[in-house]
């Protein structure tokens, strides 16, 4: 059974920083890309950054270039988002996917498995 297991939410200020982390099992983790999306209330969910297989190429939306930076680590089946510069419009559920690709992409529906995601508030 494949578990997505998201990590490292929580309370913090604007212009401060949150490691989120996501811990995967059931799978082989180094046949997947990972995927980081979010969900403010009332929007839809949108994606974040994403890693291909090897950890070598990323994707960013212009929403958070710069500030979030992904990476993985394959031996501990995890993948982690540092964010730093958070700012009030970073509020949000985050997730975190899977899709068994080489190379990832943005898109919601090219991921396969998905987590229960984990709470992310910035206070101005």
């Known amino acids: 059974q494949v578990q997505v297991v998201e990590s490292g939410g929580g309370l913090a200020q604007a212009g401060g920083s949150l490691r989120l982390s996501c811990a995967v099992s059931?799978?082989?983790?180094?046949?997947?890309?990972m995927g980081w999306f979010r969900q403010a209330p009332g929007n839809e969910r949108e994606g974040i950054a994403c890693?291909?297989?090897?950890?070598?190429?990323?994707v960013y939306a212009d929403s958070v270039k710069g500030r979030f930076t992904i990476s993985r680590d394959n031996a501990k089946s995890t993948v982690y988002l540092q964010m730093n510069s958070l700012k009030p419009d970073d509020t949000a559920m985050y997730y975190c996917?899977?899709?068994?690709?080489?190379?990832?992409?943005?898109?919601?529906?090219?991921?396969?498995?998905w987590g229960q995601g984990t709470q992310v508030t910035v206070s101005s």
């Open positions: 996917a899977a899709v068994p690709h080489l190379f990832c992409g943005l898109r919601m529906d090219l991921y396969n498995y």
């Open positions: 059931g799978l082989r983790f180094d046949m997947y890309a």
């Open positions: 890693i291909s297989v090897s950890g070598d190429k990323a």
